[in-house]
DNA sequence: CTGTCATTTCCATTAATGTTGAATTATGGA
DNA sequence: TCCATAATTCAACATTAATGGAAATGACAG
């Protein structure tokens, strides 16, 4: 990942709403759930729910598909894991970061 | 690690300048490197280099001591830590991220 | 087609963040 | 003390991001 990308995902994270939204789509996998379900469970007015979607979806962290009437949004785990790869290789040298990854508290 | 403070940690990451600095920091190690030689590197106006030294400090990312008559800055590996810590915890679920954690790349 | 519900876009407003020169403070050597 | 250098703060300005109501769009059942 470069850092460009980065910069974007992390910017993506870096907001309270957004960084719920997608703990949320984490907590629910790949199944992902529904804009409104999500509008309601956060207690975000719809317009303001639509413009954090935009932005994680724009950092390549959430994707979406249509399902009936509904858009179903879904964490994007793999991009994740590319966040976590950059902040592990860039931002930890040559320090012993994650030490004990199996029981991380 | 809580959220707002992971919040807050990624906000200081989430800007250029910032993610520039601070992996300079960790490519430096625990001996640091002066404010000016930082300014220098980055070809950073210095007004602007300590704004976002502040705003990295604030977070914890990074740590200051004074040695003669510079202030030497020096990544908080700690810290860092705390916040690959949270992410994996919290934005991975139950998925295998860092699946290969000796060998990330 | 028409009505209904889900979501997004538009827009105006407000808030927060980034930028940098100039002034200020701090440090140590002559 | 006085000077030179290092770093920070101040202040003004520019840029970008967040908020949410209202209108528009899209999807589908009847």
Redesign the pocket.
């Known amino acids: 990942m470069e850092s460009k990308v980065a910069i974007i995902a992390l910017?993506a994270l870096a907001?309270?709403?957004r960084l719920a939204i997608f703990r949320l789509l984490v907590q629910a996998g790949i199944e992902g759930l529904?804009?409104?379900?999500i509008?309601e469970i956060l207690a975000?007015?719809?317009?303001?729910?639509?413009?954090?979607?935009?932005?994680l979806s724009h950092a390549g962290l959430v994707s979406?598909r249509?399902e009936?009437?509904?858009?179903i949004y879904s964490a994007n785990f793999a991009r994740m894991n590319q966040l976590l790869a950059y902040l592990t290789e860039n931002c930890c040298g040559g320090q012993p970061c994650h030490s004990s990854p199996s029981a991380h508290l």
Chains 1, 2 share one sequence.
Do not use: I
Request: avoid cysteine.
């Open positions: 910017s907001q309270e709403s529904a804009a409104g379900r509008a975000v007015p719809p317009s303001s729910l639509s413009f954090h979607l935009k932005e979406s249509q009936s009437r509904f858009v």
